[in-house]
């Protein structure tokens, strides 16, 4: 009986078919890859969000390294200032020449990166760069300072940002073989745009930062809740940049029709080149690290985040540098009580065309609820 059961059951076995048939394969190829196509999206939003968050975070502890400068100075670090000379406080470098020196080198005691700040005061402190940063001209660039200005801060940096982890001038920044790290974090001049890149030391500025003059709390009096601070901005890919992310063109006239940077904008991704022969600008967006000067570190409160920047000159004394991202619709910003929020680029912007010279203004600003969120005395209260 046992052996009747087995021939049977080897029978059935034998008669059974084993595997699939091409056209089956096919089918669960099929499904497996629209399973896939599915999930990808997802997957892909998931990282991002990963990414943001950690954007949001990196941006905050930046925020709180200014507070806690605040705390020791009393104020918090110009946009641009020093470097310090023999006779200059460190906190108040206001007695040298050119000024490039921009917020995030203050701020280093208070990252963890107290090494890393005497380093600074050893780069300033010497005969050799005690008048300009190495980083800035041919002539300053010494090998002893290259892990100094190319050795990258993860607070500094976004990680949403696909270029920020390569190094600025990656040849050799003007053919000196120097490589400077990048920084996505950059500091509010506010609704300010003519000669917001070289205004006149101690002369006010609309926002938060400015040219070696040294704003507090006390200074914000729209409230710390209600005035932008700091913002990302995503790093130009290149030297030579036509994108919204990252790029500068230069529109000659821009500061009597500030609206002629929008005829430049070709598409959400890139810029034509400028008008009336103008060309795309060199040095741009978080190329250095250490840089204090407004076209690279800094942005305006007038385009709304993600619009395209756009200089009057071609060395950018003057212009709009709205704050960029790869977030989708937005980019995080830091407000001065260390708040952190995303802002919109649909945020409302006021008014452009024909709006007179800000360099002395003041009151309530015409930009919207954008430009009010970087004045930090325009008599507005937003939030």
């Known amino acids: 009986m046992e052996l009747h059961f087995r021939r049977q059951a080897l029978q059935l076995l034998r008669s059974s078919p084993f595997g699939f048939t091409l056209v089956e394969l096919r089918v669960v190829i099929a499904i497996i890859g629209v399973l896939i196509a599915l999930l990808l999206p997802a997957v892909q939003a998931a990282r991002e969000a990963a ?166 709390f006390e200074s914000c009096l729209d409230g710390s809740s209600n005035t932008i601070f700091l913002s990302e901005t995503a790093t130009t890919p290149h030297d030579d940049c036509d994108l919204i992310r990252g790029g500068i063109e230069y529109v000659s006239g821009l500061t009597s029709n500030i609206g002629k940077c929008y005829d430049i904008y070709l598409d959400a991704i890139t810029m034509k080149p400028g008008l009336t022969g103008g060309s795309h600008i060199t040095t741009q967006r978080g190329l250095f690290i250490f840089d204090g000067r407004v076209a690279n570190t800094g942005f305006s409160t007038i385009y709304p985040p993600n619009g395209p920047s756009c200089a009057a000159k071609a060395s950018y004394t003057s212009g709009v540098f709205p704050p960029t991202s790869y977030h989708p619709g937005g980019v995080n910003a830091a407000f001065t009580d260390a708040s952190v929020t995303f802002i919109s680029e649909t945020i409302d912007y006021g008014k452009i065309i024909g709006v007179a010279s800000l360099q002395t203004a003041s009151g309530a600003s015409p930009f919207g609820v954008w430009g009010a969120y970087g004045t930090r005395q325009g008599g507005e209260s937003l939030r």
């Open 51 to 216: 990414r943001r968050k950690t954007c949001a975070n990196n941006l905050k502890q930046y925020a709180l390294a200014f507070h806690l400068y605040h705390d020791v100075h009393q104020s918090f670090p110009a946009g641009r200032s020093g470097p310090v000379s023999s006779t200059a406080t460190d906190d108040k470098p206001d007695t040298s020449r050119n000024h490039t020196w921009g917020p995030a080198v203050y701020v280093l005691p208070f990252i963890e990166q107290a090494s890393r700040y005497a380093q600074y005061t050893a780069v300033v402190g010497g005969t050799i760069h005690s008048q300009i940063p190495p980083a800035f001209y041919t002539s300053g660039i010494r090998s002893e300072y290259a892990e100094f200005f190319g050795t990258r801060i993860s607070t500094f940096e976004c990680p949403s940002d696909p270029e920020v982890k390569n190094p600025g001038f990656a040849t050799g920044y003007w053919g000196t073989q120097y490589q400077n790290a990048r920084i996505s974090y950059t500091h509010s001049f506010g609704d300010l745009y003519n000669n917001n890149h070289t205004i006149a030391a101690n002369q006010s500025t609309r926002g938060m930062f400015g040219n070696q003059i040294w704003y507090g």
